[in-house]
């Protein structure tokens, strides 16, 4: 298997029990989660070297994070241990027509504190065949920003793939802001992975004129299409499809767009357990059918598969096997009890 290093933010995650409000809560359930080290831990899972960059507080917390991804097989070497604190979010799960809710409280965290160069690039990146990260951490700083520049730039030089979630987070900065330095980005990047939701607000791409409905397929594949059009470096642009029935009840598809070709997955009926992390487990599906060498369809059905199962488990990280998402993108999605 290959060597994949991802580079974000890992938060302490306090949840409700249950589908509580946070008003109703005795207690909270206390995890670990953050874009790019859930990509970590599901590409560790699936058997490659899997290196996660960060910083994190040289306390008890910081070191119960770093536990708990080596626990599941995450290489965290090259993370950073210094002041500053670990950040956290609050997560109360909806159900049916009550949405979830995302409270951050992660000012000040130790990785958001680190400056450009900060960390050495082509000793992490030694070896490793793809870089992956999100549009969350260069929303944390200017510094973090001028460091996913840095291993973006690095990764490619070396000779790795590189992929971006675009992944806006209004909370965290402005379309603006997030517009300069995406754009940016994408210069240093062989794979996007986003919904038309963040395309329209990082980028300003649209697909106004396409006829819509319920889920027009032809509305992704304009958008992607207008991505490919405006970074020439980009590659493939694969893109999430959600139908939001409810908070309990979804549909769930994907895409992945080059310049000379185009797949769509089966959608799946998804009765939602918890979606946090599903882009994650979709990003990391992906990385790995394309590191096998997977052609489109079988890529975006792995990486479809994988992500739709994440919906029936708590928590952040992608805790399938191999053979579970094999199984469900050949299309066995019955459920069936397994003796």
Not at 7 to 26: D, Y
Not at 113 to 133: C, K, Q, S
Not at 297 to 313: D, G, N, P, V, Y
Request: some cysteine.
């Amino acid at each position: 298997m290959a060597t994949v290093v991802t580079f974000g933010e890992l938060m302490l995650r306090l949840k409700t029990p249950g589908f509580l409000r946070f008003s109703q809560a005795p207690a909270l359930e206390a995890t670990f989660g953050g874009g790019e080290a859930n990509v970590a831990v599901s590409l560790a899972l699936f058997g490659h070297d899997s290196r996660w960059v960060s910083a994190v507080p040289n306390n008890p917390l910081g070191d119960w994070a770093l536990a708990s991804l080596k626990s599941l097989g995450v290489d965290t070497r090259h993370v950073v241990r210094r002041g500053g604190r670990l950040g956290i979010y609050f997560l109360e799960s909806g159900a049916s027509q009550r949405a979830s809710q995302v409270v951050y409280d992660r000012a000040g965290s130790a990785v958001s504190e680190l400056a450009a160069g900060a960390l050495a690039w082509d000793t992490v990146l030694g070896g490793a065949r793809w870089f992956h990260t999100t549009g969350i951490t260069p929303a944390l700083s200017d510094g973090c920003a001028a460091l996913a520049a840095e291993a973006l730039a690095t990764a490619k030089r070396l000779g790795a793939t590189t992929s971006v979630d675009l992944n806006f987070r209004k909370k965290l900065w402005s379309k603006a802001k997030a517009r300069e330095v995406m754009s940016g980005l994408m210069a240093h990047t062989d794979v996007l992975i986003a919904n038309e939701e963040d395309c329209d607000s990082v980028f300003d791409i649209q697909a106004s004129h396409v006829e819509s409905g319920s889920l027009d397929r032809g509305r992704y594949l304009a958008v992607a299409d207008q991505v490919l059009l405006r970074f020439p470096a980009v590659k493939r642009v694969a893109i999430t499809l959600r139908e939001s029935r409810s908070a309990s009840d979804n549909g769930w598809s994907a895409l992945l767009a080059e310049r000379h070709g185009h797949a769509f997955s089966r959608k799946y009926g998804i009765s939602v357990v918890d979606r946090v992390g599903a882009g994650d487990s979709f990003a990391a599906g992906l990385v790995h059918a394309l590191l096998e060498g997977r052609d489109r369809q079988a890529s975006i059905e792995f990486a479809t598969a994988a992500s739709a199962l994440k919906h029936s488990i708590p928590g952040d990280f992608n805790l399938v096997t191999l053979a579970e998402v094999e199984t469900l993108a050949r299309g066995d999605g019955s459920g069936r009890v397994q003796r």
